[in-house]
């Protein structure tokens, strides 16, 4: 195929975006099936203690109750997780982990028989001194919460000789920054729809993030093999890392509920039932020291990094990898050493979230590379610049990359179309009494794939039927971040197929094949590059048809605008339904499954040192901000995002994701902030915890930059995560520069704001 492309690059809107945006398209909540019942979880509302009774004998009797599961009602093992061995029960007891933990599931006719009744479940718990401080929770004599101990996951990262590296620096700034816990707070909740079907099956509809996990949970405890199970998965309002551990719970009990009852149980978490009962993205404290030379040269940096894992493991090993692995942020840094701990505590669990770690230590990462700038005197831009990870140079985990390192590039970009000794002339001229002006910068990168996490491998189909048009199927979700239409996009540019007459499934576990977790900004890359394989055996049948049709090599034959014609004379063309019609009874293959498998990561497991990512994004931000300094209110003024998407399939997606993971940055570090005390959520809802509104949205100005990776599809790399992180440590920067204050921890919250000019 020869470039230019007719589809991929194309700014277009959403496959789906019409069903979305006139309310037609159905969520799991919105599905309706007779003799439906509704199912409430009684949960613990302590932080931790022993089960000592629970008397459920009243909820028994209330009015509209058909069923009140305990652990013991449960046909399998009462577990799940994200990795073995699995730490979470779906009801617990005796031991009791937080205050969202299940202790009963209440099913009735409807929802308030199902609540009443909840709230009359007695549950007689002996309360512990919960355990809420990370380190606390890592002292030699604290209370076990699991019975291996408190510490959740541990790695370690080397590089060089960090001593020799500190012993020749001649500048070294050291600090602790800490960052808070950030909920999901996607549109639409938690929900799960169990299905008894009349020969045995079980269908779950379920608002989630990766299906096939799902299915393996809900098989596993309901006893039921995974074949037997069938997982749909609706459109789904967001998940962003939130929809696999509380819909894994929620699936399972929602199955072992309906194929108890023989009716269809549904599960639809309140906004409150979603702050206690589902995972959010860890509290970090972060211990960060970098030496560096005069004319600023970073030569070792390190970094004790603990997370706070509250009560259950979920994704927090993989959230440890990436938080140690990326703290050395962008930059060739030669002598590197960085501790990263998970720890258990009796809140409720962390677990995925996007950008996975990312955005905490780049927060503090980039707060200190400003740090070191002041210290040395340096334009924080050419500091960056300086110290920049290019082609050919070793980042920290020591692997060296010849294409798609686009760092450089969008510091670039941001500093000619930001215009940025302009920005530093404007940051304090306006300056008055009261409001104040500054201007930060962040650089970042993210890996994308699994990694060190695990192996990815996406299976996809792709099949033409006779009309020329085409469906596409794989196993990773779409979530609202348009991978859908990008899928499309790639089958269509390959088949020379209209948009309008490409498909792609929604998931449904009987119909496409188990592709992996969604996550680690790997859809586009990795699941694009199974299409794109799935889609190319296709296009020879129909090459190798057409080419039969025009008397002609099949070489000699290209796809597009829905037809086949020869590269040589255009006019010679015949219709691709034709072509499909023929290649379909003339027995050529017009469906193919196609497994793609990223180059598998290969380092040592002591020290992470090796191949570790297939590819990054690269991105760096510039924000101006203006300060109230009576009110503490922060108005961004400018927001340019500049990020290294190897080509963008869609850049209209693209800049979608940017604007969207941007905001979700400031509210990471300006506004949202999961309270708690004593163990207990204080603000478990949108009126107490703030997430950014419309009024708040950001100026965000994206600036692409397309170094191609080998690895993604017509070079592409995800960028789901990537700019949460970099807008996070943007927006630090600015209004550290318009306070001339450093704020090491996030949230800067208006009151925060005033506390620290207030000190
Ligand atoms: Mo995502 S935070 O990699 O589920």
């Given at each position: 195929m020869t470039a230019p492309f007719r589809t991929i690059g194309q700014p277009v809107g959403k496959i789906d975006g019409v069903e979305l945006v006139t309310g037609r398209a159905r969520y799991t909540a919105d599905l309706q099936f007779p003799g439906s019942l509704q199912a409430?979880?009684?949960?613990?509302?302590?932080?931790?203690g022993l089960l000592r009774h629970l008397n459920v004998e009243e909820a028994r009797r209330s009015p509209g109750v058909v069923l009140v599961l305990t652990p013991a009602d449960l046909p399998g093992p009462n577990l799940i997780g994200i990795l073995p061995p699995f730490d979470q029960p779906l009801l617990a007891g005796p031991e009791i982990r937080h205050e969202g933990d299940s202790l009963a599931?209440?099913?009735?006719?409807?929802?308030?028989?199902?609540?009443?009744?909840?709230?009359?479940?007695?549950?007689?718990?002996?309360p512990f001194i919960p355990l809420l401080d990370p380190e606390e929770a890592l002292h030699a004599d604290a209370r076990k919460i699991h019975a291996n101990g408190n510490l959740t996951f541990a790695k370690q990262?080397?590089?060089?000789?960090?001593?020799?590296?500190?012993?020749?620096?001649?500048?070294?700034?050291?600090?602790t920054y800490r960052t808070s816990v950030q909920d999901h707070a996607y549109l639409e909740p938690e929900a799960v729809l169990a299905v008894p079907e009349s020969d045995g099956r079980l269908t779950v509809y379920a608002s989630c993030q990766s299906p096939f996990h799902l299915r393996g949970h809900i098989a596993v405890n309901t006893g039921l093999p995974a074949s037997r199970v069938k997982v749909v998965q609706p459109f789904v309002g967001g998940s962003f890392g939130g929809k696999d551990d509380a819909v894994t719970e929620m699936g399972s009990l929602a199955g072992a509920a309906a194929l108890k009852l023989g009716r269809p149980v549904r599960i639809v978490h309140s906004r409150r039932d979603s702050f206690l009962g589902s995972h959010a993205r860890h509290a970090a404290i972060i211990h960060l020291k970098t030496g560096a030379m005069r004319d600023g040269t970073i030569i070792a940096r390190q970094a004790e990094i603990l997370l706070d894992g509250g009560a259950y493991a979920s994704e927090s090993p993989f959230v440890v990898m990436k938080a140690l692995i990326h703290v050395a942020g962008p930059y060739k840094i030669p002598h590197l050493r960085v501790d990263?701990?998970?720890?258990?505590?009796?809140?409720?669990?962390?677990?995925?979230m996007r950008g996975f770690g990312v955005p905490q230590v780049t927060f503090a990462s980039e707060s200190q590379i400003d740090a070191l700038a002041r210290k040395l005197g340096l334009d924080r831009w050419e500091l960056r610049r300086h110290n920049a990870l290019t082609v050919g140079e070793a980042n920290a985990t020591s692997q060296v990359f010849h294409e798609s390192v686009g760092l450089v590039q969008t510091l670039e970009r941001v500093k000619e179309e930001g215009d940025w000794p302009a920005c530093l002339k404007r940051a304090h001229a306006?300056?008055?009494?009261?409001?104040?002006?500054?201007?930060?910068?962040?650089?970042?990168?993210q890996g994308i794939s699994n990694g060190a996490e695990g192996i990815d491998v996406v299976g996809a189909s792709v099949q033409v039927s006779q009309d020329g048009s085409v469906l596409v199927g794989l196993g990773l979700t779409e979530l609202g971040q348009g991978s859908r239409t990008a899928m499309a996009q790639i089958a269509a540019e390959i088949l020379g197929v209209s948009l309008e007459k490409i498909s792609v499934r929604q998931v449904d576990t009987d119909t496409v094949h188990d592709s992996g977790p969604t996550v680690a900004s790997r859809t586009t890359t990795v699941g694009g590059k199974a299409v794109w394989m799935a889609a190319q055996t296709v296009r020879t049948s129909l090459l190798e048809m057409a080419g039969l049709m025009l008397k002609a090599p099949a070489e000699a034959i290209e796809l597009g605008l829905d037809h086949a014609?020869?590269?040589?004379?255009?006019?010679?063309?015949?219709?691709?339904?034709?072509?499909?019609?023929?290649?379909?009874?003339?027995?050529?293959?017009?469906?193919?499954?196609?497994?793609?498998?990223?180059?598998?990561?290969?380092?040592?497991?002591?020290?992470?040192?090796?191949?570790?990512?297939?590819?990054?994004?690269?991105?760096?931000?510039?924000?101006?901000v203006e300060v109230d300094t009576w009110t503490g209110k922060v108005r961004v003024l400018r927001h340019l995002a500049s990020h290294d998407v190897g080509k963008a399939i869609n850049p209209l997606g693209v800049e979608g994701q940017v604007e969207g993971a941007s905001l979700m940055g400031l509210g990471f570090a300006h506004l949202e902030e999961v309270l708690e005390e004593n163990g207990k959520i204080r603000n478990a809802n949108f009126a107490d915890y703030q997430i950014p509104s419309f009024a708040e949205r950001l100026p965000t100005r994206f600036l692409p930059v397309e170094e191609a990776t080998s690895n993604g599809p017509f070079g592409a790399k995800g960028i789901g995560e990537p700019p949460l992180a970099g807008a996070a440590a943007a927006f630090t920067n600015a209004v550290s520069d318009a306070l001339g204050i450093s704020f090491r921890r996030l949230p800067i919250t208006p009151q925060r704001i005033l506390e620290a000019l207030e000190g």
């Open positions: 409430v979880a009684r949960r613990a509302g302590v932080a931790a599931l209440v099913v009735a006719e409807t929802q308030e028989e199902a609540e009443a009744a909840a709230s009359r479940i007695v549950a007689e718990i002996e990262l080397l590089k060089g000789d960090v001593e020799a590296g500190f012993a020749q620096a001649e500048v070294i700034v050291e600090d990263c701990r998970a720890v258990y505590t009796n809140k409720r669990q962390a677990g995925a306006g300056d008055n009494p009261r409001f104040k002006r500054g201007v930060g910068l962040a650089a970042m990168m014609y020869l590269r040589e004379n255009p006019q010679a063309q015949i219709p691709l339904a034709q072509v499909a019609t023929a290649a379909y009874w003339t027995g050529f293959p017009l469906m193919n499954l196609a497994f793609s498998r990223a180059p598998d990561a290969q380092y040592d497991h002591e020290t992470h040192q090796g191949q570790i990512y297939i590819a990054y994004n690269y991105g760096t931000h510039l924000m101006e």
